[in-house]
């Protein structure tokens, strides 16, 4: 029997109405990923009870009849099963005898998973048995313990207070800690959980009687766990510090280090950060995803089109200085690596100096700068220059001399592409002066800023009409006069689950792109004020940061309360 087959044996037996098909093939169009039977439960056509009936009824001989508790595969094959495709598609193994792998789904009749997995595992001998949604996880949380399952582990029994003095801190004693099993899966537990929530940071905080989890998604910083467990705090900082590759002995002094991982496939770098708090050591890790760097492209990252062409010329100038501004975690990173990747190609020597190097990028020739060890911006840019370099990225302009050498490559034939911490773009200008750069030097290199931050986009599933008096939506500057026909949208208070209750999902980029033509050298020659070159920018159509994020509220991908909480007016 075939999917389809099975689906129309539901249709006779009376456990799903024609509607039910219809709609169903209706969704199934759109997405061709979907399962049948998950839109069917999906679509409340289907639950576990009736599929559960209906087996018993007409195919007794597909349901398994197994224990959860007594599910053993061997460690080798676990290794090889892709939890996200079993979640996903709701599969889970529950045996491997003899070459032959079963598992169990709400549809064993779904031959193009059974083939997928059978080309991720490259087991050829695939079992499918029947068995309700419930069970399927329960087999899944066993072989592939979430969180909150490694807690209820951890968890003691009964009422059991343990005072911190019986608690061995020696570094022997926290060695063996980290290498237990439970906290060696907590630790694991834990960057997988915030790389599938989407998570750019990982803040572990010890508290006098707890340690708390807090993720960073979409710029917003939540607790997600709090442990209360006095042992847990010191052995699973000290199983990050183990993965980090840093001294688990030193407590007193900041340690930076990284952690390389696979998830799903799927190559994770965690730059990793320690520093002593009163109650012990606080980690921090950076989650950074090659393939988010690699893949990604200009047109990806929320530039408006007149915006794309200025910043896409600016890239492609044989020479010349680009910088992009903004403050931590606003995107600079992302942006600078796209318009490498955009260049990266065999003709073009393409030279990095950086502090960390963010992710390793095929063709491109990066320098990690080491302070300690006499590596500084300065030494590796002098040294660049003998290199015959097409294209110098300098991962911060942090000083005056930093500044000379970029400027001086950037006037000589190269293009130099370099970040700032500034508000704005015009501030970039007066800030390099501050550095004591010479303001002619300054006007002659630079050839456009960008000043970027990043704000939230609304859900899609759940956005509402945004209720403002549209009188006050005209004064804000969000529409151009009160007859204007353009909804306004907001966030649906609560959300929903498609964005974890938050009422947004994901995040773009808002800019403010300053290009440097022959008037704005002028004025920058002349010692000019940013108030003044913001002044005479704006008249020859830069946008602002706040009013390129009126724009994206105007498009209905944000709501004018993050614009207000991100930006300045």
Not at 170 to 188: C, F, I, T, W, Y
Request: glycine residues 6%; proline residues 4%; aromatic residues 6%.
């Amino acid at each position: 029997m075939d999917e389809t087959a099975l689906i129309q044996h539901f249709y006779k037996v009376g456990y799903i109405t024609k509607e039910h098909i219809e709609k169903a093939f209706e969704i199934l169009q759109k997405d061709r990923s979907r399962n049948v039977i998950d839109v069917l439960f999906e679509i409340g056509a289907l639950d576990d009870n009736k599929l559960l009936d209906f087996y018993k009824k007409h195919l007794p001989g597909k349901i398994w009849n197994g224990n959860v508790e007594e599910v053993e595969i061997p460690e080798n094959i676990i290794k090889e099963l892709p939890e996200d495709l079993l979640r996903r598609n709701m599969i889970a193994p529950v045996s491997y005898k003899n070459g032959v792998l079963t598992v169990i789904t709400l549809n064993p009749y779904n031959q193009q998973i059974i083939n997928e997995l059978r080309f991720k595992t490259r087991i050829d001998k695939v079992n499918a048995m029947f068995a309700p949604r419930r069970t399927i996880e329960a087999v899944l949380d066993k072989l592939f313990p979430t969180v909150g399952k490694i807690l209820e582990d951890l968890e003691p029994e009964g009422e059991v207070e343990i005072e911190q003095e019986e608690i061995d801190f020696s570094d022997q004693a926290l060695l063996a800690a980290a290498d237990e099993g439970p906290v060696v899966k907590l630790a694991n537990a834990i960057i997988t959980e915030a790389v599938k929530k989407g998570a750019s940071d990982i803040h572990i905080e010890p508290y006098e009687k707890s340690l708390v989890v807090r993720y960073r998604i979409d710029g917003i910083l939540r607790v997600y766990h709090e442990f209360k467990q006095p042992s847990l705090k010191a052995s699973l900082i000290s199983r990050f510090k183990i993965m980090a590759g840093v001294d688990i002995s030193e407590k007193r002094k900041p340690q930076d280090g990284r952690i390389r991982l696979k998830i799903d496939g799927r190559r994770i770098d965690l730059r990793f950060s320690s520093v002593p708090t009163i109650h012990g050591e606080k980690v921090v890790m950076r989650i950074q995803k090659a393939e988010s760097y690699l893949n990604v492209k200009l047109e990806d990252l929320g530039f408006e089109p007149d915006d794309l062409e200025k910043f896409r010329k600016a890239i492609w100038t044989p020479w010349g200085m680009v910088l992009v501004t903004g403050p931590t975690g606003s995107g600079k990173t992302t942006t600078l690596y796209s318009a490498l990747m955009e260049r990266n190609t065999p003709d073009v020597n393409i030279m990095t100096a950086e502090d960390p190097v963010e992710v390793a990028i095929p063709g491109l020739n990066q320098v990690q700068i080491n302070e300690k060890a006499g590596v500084d911006f300065a030494t590796v840019l002098r040294a660049f220059l003998r290199q015959d370099p097409d294209i110098i990225l300098i991962g911060e302009i942090r000083d005056r001399e930093t500044a000379e050498i970029g400027i001086k490559a950037a006037l000589t034939g190269h293009l130099v592409f370099s970040t700032l911490h500034t508000n704005d773009a015009p501030s970039s200008i007066t800030r390099l002066v501050d550095m004591g750069i010479e303001p002619f030097l300054v006007g002659s290199s630079v050839i456009l800023i960008v000043a970027q931050r990043l704000i939230r986009k609304l859900c899609p599933v759940c956005k509402v009409p945004d209720q403002t008096p549209r009188e006050a939506l005209v004064r804000m500057g969000v529409l151009k006069d009160i007859s204007e026909n353009l909804v306004i949208y907001t966030h649906k208070e609560g959300g929903c689950e498609e964005c974890n209750y938050t009422g947004y999902k994901g995040r773009t980029a808002v800019h403010e792109i300053l290009v440097v033509d022959e008037e704005i050298r002028k004025l920058i020659v002349k010692g000019a004020t940013a108030e003044d070159i913001r002044d005479l920018a704006r008249q020859k159509g830069m946008r602002t940061l706040y009013e390129a994020g009126l724009l994206k509220v105007r498009k209905g991908i944000t709501s004018l309360y993050e614009v207000a909480r991100v930006l300045a007016k």
